[in-house]
Every structure is written in C-alpha cells, then in structure tokens.
C-alpha cells in the first residue's frame, strides 16, 4: 500500500527555520488528502496541517498558522512542511500522513497512512 517516509528532522534555534520532507511511494494517488501532524512527549498527537495535491490547497491548526507551509510535488510524490519561527514548543515527533478518503479532516483517525516520524528540536 502507501508508504510515506519523513526527513529532515533536527535540533534548531528558537525563531530558525527547517523543512520537513515526506516522501510517498509510487501508489499514492493525487486524489488523497496529505497531512501533517506531531506529537509531544506525554501529548496527544495534533494535527499541523493539510493539503490536496491537485490544486494545493492547504489549511492548518491556528498554533503554526503564518509559520508553517506546506507545499507539494505530485510528480516527485513529495510533501513539505516549512517551518519558520520555530518555537520551543514546536519540539516533536513530525508525522507525515495520507488521507485516502480526502474528508479534508484535521483528526488522526481520518488519516489511514503514517509515516515512522522525525524528530525535532527547538532549543530556546
């Protein structure tokens, strides 16, 4: 089925930058909703953000709205997230996943693909 790898993970400076990839496997299809999400130590998993292949559009939880962006690039089968004025609390497990239904949702259990996660770090 769809497999999704995550990278670029890493300890970073509050207010740096960093950009997560999540590469999908060759049977992801255009029509699936892709998502990000992370957890926290002792947290729930939250949701980070979305987005459709076709036509690109995104939507994303209030807490790293105008911070983060996520973009894509069916023909490679990549998902980004590009994180700006990263905050210590934005440490976490980043998690790229795959929506085959496309509900457009923002909860785990829409989410029926996950990738292992990568790690990262804000130091203040």
């Known amino acids: 089925q769809v497999q999704l790898v995550e990278s670029g993970g890493g300890l970073v400076q509050a207010g740096g930058s960093l950009r997560l990839s999540c590469a999908a496997s060759?049977?992801?299809?255009?029509?699936?909703?892709m998502g990000w999400f992370r957890q926290a130590p002792g947290k729930e998993r939250e949701f980070v953000g979305g987005?459709?292949?076709?036509?690109?559009?995104?939507y994303y939880a209030d807490s790293v709205k105008g911070r983060f962006t996520i973009s894509s690039d069916f023909a490679k089968k990549m998902v980004y997230l590009q994180m700006n004025s990263l905050k210590p609390e934005d440490t976490a497990v980043y998690y790229c996943?795959?929506?085959?239904?496309?509900?457009?949702?923002?909860?785990?259990?829409?989410?029926?693909?996950w990738g292992q996660g990568t790690q990262v770090t804000v130091s203040s």
């Open positions: 987005i459709r292949w076709s036509g690109g559009t995104t």
């Open positions: 060759a049977r992801i299809f255009n029509s699936y909703d």
């Open positions: 996943a795959a929506d085959s239904l496309a509900t457009g949702g923002r909860q785990t259990y829409e989410f029926d693909y």
